[in-house]
């Protein structure tokens, strides 16, 4: 009887998933407007996974989604562990708005914004030549830094609050048990906290990796063409090139990489017991 | 009386109201007067909604209905139902109006049909080899921060030779910019002694510029404005059209030059779906029509083609006109685009 109340869902995600899905699977077989010599029904992953740029370009989208989620860990379980366990009620919740505010606005504003900050006249260069750190502006701006930057600004409030939620849960009576039978402030926390937690951070690795893997607009507008990600060939193959085929077939092999990721990454959690 | 509704029922009610409210959303549902016409958004929707749009309800009784978005998407979904397109008029770039016409997506123009089709000059009609009429057009020049460059280049080659020598920062347009390919890879290429057969010049170039770091590059269109005015670039190849429109919203810093070699053209065209109902017809006469015209080109800045069109001063100072242009080889251009975008990737960056 169950079934029956997931069926609106099921035809949601058959409608707007599976469907979409197929086409694009079927255009990926389809010539594309570049073919490699020889052709053949395989073609566009051919090209997409037997040439050496191209394999740069899905390791480098990787590469970037990696750092992203490690800097969101180092960056966001530090936050996360003063909000639960050394704020109080009015100063929690200011940390709760502060983090969820960011993602009332647009994307493309908070991106907007890091261009302002870090252009060449931007207020990071005045900074340091007022203070007589640099004598001519730094190129900060279309960088793979300036791509972290923006990244992880949006996508580290996901870490926090996964990481947060998970903190709050754990008993702290363990923590002090395990301070009455000798350890230190930093052995308990590595042997009872980290491990009670990965839970938490497990999860805002998986969002934090999967959005930075898809991300498109930050990489656009801040990247300046210093870093390749798939999904910014994907819309240059849509929108420039028309070369819907291999578009497709870049699509589905960034769903395939996403899955492949996705569950060594459960896996690895798994392994840590919990 | 209250009725009692089952699960099921509760359940079909809620499928059958999704269906219904998404069937509403279609256009393959709109009324049989009705036709679909597509803009860019923006300033460009208002000026078809309240131009364009009003003249064609005003003579003829129907409605016309906006899709806002880009060719490639509008293109995509005339492919997918190609028996009953949901889009009826098509505005679009001349590389993929040709595309569109050889693939049969839009139909040849009917100059019985078009009665303000005697006012456009052959050529807007010819670039397209006849699969649609060029309405209106940018050209891409140099435009610059007045306060910040007090001797702008004036040709295309001393953009890049001043660049080189440090003297500013240029904004380019990146290849995930639709237009990059004729804008900036053709124009560099035929500024420095290359065609469209031999780019290596205009590729040459933009590496030098990228190993002095004297280039940035842009991949929308405002995003050109936010370089010169957060000072991340001094000056780069952007639209007269965009640029005046900018330079009337109060930025008065931002100059525009057509440059010695000329402007690159960049053309608009409206054409007509294959199987769309003869009203479709009617819209493009309100397209091409003299005053709907002119009142588009006072609004967005962009030239139009109608050769009755007289501009005021203030507008005919601003827009260039088509004779100073360059016309890109288009079709040449739009076969070479997948090998230009693929040496890009590997030469420039994404």
Not at chain 1, 232 to 240: E, G, R, S
Not at chain 2, 227 to 239: K, R, V
């Amino acid at each position: 009887m169950g079934f029956s109340f997931m069926i609106p869902s099921l035809l949601l995600l058959v409608a707007f998933f599976i469907v979409p899905l197929v086409f694009v699977g079927e255009m990926s077989f389809r010539e594309g407007r570049l073919p490699p010599p020889g052709g053949g029904l395989w073609q566009n992953y051919e090209r997409l996974f037997f040439d050496s740029f191209y394999l740069g370009v899905i390791g480098e989208t990787m590469l970037l989604s990696v750092v992203v989620t490690l800097i969101c860990i180092l960056v966001g379980y530090p936050v996360a562990y003063f909000m639960v366990r050394h704020a109080g009620g009015k100063l929690y919740n200011l940390i709760i708005f502060l983090l969820i505010a960011p993602l009332l606005t647009p994307i493309i504003m908070r991106t907007f914004g890091w261009q302002v900050l870090l252009a060449r006249r931007g207020l990071v260069n005045e900074w340091l030549q007022s203070l007589d750190l640099i004598s001519k502006p730094l190129a900060l701006l279309n960088s793979p830094v300036a791509v972290v930057l923006g990244l992880v600004h949006v996508l580290a409030p996901f870490m926090i609050l996964s990481i947060a939620s998970v903190l709050a849960g754990i008993d702290r009576r363990l923590e002090e048990s395990a301070r009455m039978l000798g350890a230190g402030k930093g052995m308990s926390f590595l042997k009872i906290t980290l491990p009670l937690s990965m839970d938490g951070l497990g999860t805002g690795a998986i969002l934090v990796f999967m959005l930075a893997n898809g991300s498109f607009v930050t990489l656009l507008l801040l990247g300046g063409g210093s870093l390749q990600t798939l999904p910014l060939l994907i819309y240059q193959q849509f929108n420039t090139t028309r070369d819907l085929p291999f578009a497709a077939a870049m699509s589905n092999a960034l769903l395939l990489i996403a899955f492949i990721c996705l569950f060594f990454q459960l896996r690895l959690i798994r392994r840590k017991g919990v | 009386m209250l009725t009692k509704l089952s699960r099921r029922q509760v359940l079909a009610g809620t499928v059958a109201g999704s269906a219904l409210a998404l069937a509403s959303l279609s256009p393959a549902f709109a009324q049989v007067d009705s036709i679909v016409v597509t803009s860019y958004g923006g300033i460009w929707e208002i000026a078809i909604r309240d131009l364009f749009v009003a003249d064609y309800e005003a003579r003829t009784g129907g409605t016309a209905e906006i899709q806002i978005g880009g060719p490639p998407q509008w293109m995509s979904q005339i492919e997918a139902s190609i028996d009953n397109p949901p889009i009826d008029v098509l505005v679009n770039t001349i590389d993929l109006a040709l595309v569109a016409g050889r693939t049969g997506l839009v139909e040849k123009i009917e100059p019985s049909k078009l009665t303000n089709l005697k006012n456009i000059p052959d050529r807007f009609v010819e670039s397209v080899q006849g699969w649609g009429v060029i309405f209106d057009y940018g050209a891409a020049g140099i435009a610059y921060h007045r306060e910040r460059v007090a001797n702008p280049p004036s040709s295309i080659k001393a953009m890049i030779e001043g660049a080189l020598a440090g003297e500013y920062v240029l904004s380019l347009p990146s290849i995930s910019y639709a237009p990059t390919p004729q804008m900036l890879i053709w124009s560099l290429a035929d500024a420095l002694g290359g065609s469209v057969d031999n780019v290596d010049p205009a590729f040459e170039a933009l590496k030098q510029l990228q190993e002095a770091n004297a280039v940035i590059f842009y991949g929308g269109a405002t995003e050109f404005l936010n370089h010169l005015e957060s000072g991340e670039a001094e000056l780069g190849i952007y639209w007269d059209g965009r640029t005046w429109a900018h330079y009337s919203t109060g930025a008065e810093w931002i100059g525009f030059i057509n440059p010695d070699e000329g402007a690159v053209m960049n053309p608009v065209v409206v054409q007509k779906v294959v199987n769309s109902p003869d009203t479709a017809w009617e819209y493009i006469n309100s397209v091409l029509a003299p005053g709907p015209q002119l009142k588009f080109a006072e609004m967005v800045q962009y030239g139009v083609t109608n050769s009755e069109v007289v501009y005021p001063d203030w507008l005919k100072e601003r827009i260039t006109p088509w004779e100073e242009t360059r016309w890109p080889p288009f079709e040449e251009i739009g076969a070479a685009i997948p090998v230009w975008v693929d040496r890009w990737n590997r030469e420039i960056g994404a």
